[in-house]
């Protein structure tokens, strides 16, 4: 466990996830947070959107959760949409998740190593500054 940047661990994330959990998703269509997931939904994956601004609202077939602890389900990936300096105020829901995530994805232009060393501590894998899209795409990951 650890972090994850190689192209080979990222590819094996991708082709073995199923749920993501999209921290920061947005309803606006011209902004990553909508298209980058919209894209992954389209390709098969389960989309579970998080947002305080957007709860009880519905994209990619799913209800939008104020929190990272109120998803029920397992959830494979949480793909992070929010600023750097933002997302230490994630770590306690991103811990708090049950089951707890396998992987926990910072989107392009996205560092937190004090974020991802706690996560590692937890068991949580990371991935930093990379998009779930473009590896997607350049990996050639067949949809389901």
Same mark, same amino acid.
């Given at each position: 466990?650890?972090?994850?940047?190689?192209?080979?661990e990222?590819?094996?994330?991708?082709?073995?996830?199923?749920t993501i959990?999209?921290?920061?998703a947005?309803?606006?269509?011209?902004?990553?947070?909508f298209?980058?997931p919209?894209?992954?939904h389209?390709?098969?994956?389960? =989309? %579970?959107? $998080?947002?305080? @601004?957007?709860a009880?609202?519905?994209?990619?077939g &799913?209800v939008v959760?104020?929190?990272l602890?109120?998803?029920a389900?397992?959830?494979? =990936? %949480?793909? $992070?949409?929010? @600023?750097?300096?933002?997302?230490?105020?994630?770590l &306690?829901?991103?811990?708090?998740?049950r089951?707890?995530?396998?992987?926990?994805?910072?989107?392009?232009?996205?560092?937190?190593?004090?974020v991802?060393?706690?996560?590692?501590?937890?068991?949580?894998d990371?991935?930093?500054?990379?998009?779930?899209?473009?590896?997607?795409?350049?990996?050639?990951?067949?949809?389901?």
């Open positions: 466990m650890g972090e994850r940047n190689s192209d080979a990222r590819r094996q994330i991708l082709e073995e996830a199923r959990a999209v921290l920061g947005h309803p606006d269509e011209s902004r990553p947070a298209y980058v919209d894209y992954l389209r390709h098969g994956y389960r =989309v %579970v959107p $998080v947002n305080p @601004r957007f009880g609202d519905a994209l990619w &799913e959760r104020s929190r602890d109120e998803i389900a397992p959830v494979d =990936v %949480v793909d $992070v949409f929010r @600023r750097a300096g933002a997302v230490d105020a994630h &306690e829901e991103l811990l708090a998740m089951p707890a995530p396998r992987v926990v994805w910072l989107q392009s232009g996205i560092r937190n190593d004090r991802a060393a706690a996560l590692v501590a937890a068991g949580i990371v991935v930093q500054d990379h998009c779930t899209m473009a590896d997607h795409r350049r990996f050639g990951i067949v949809a389901r």
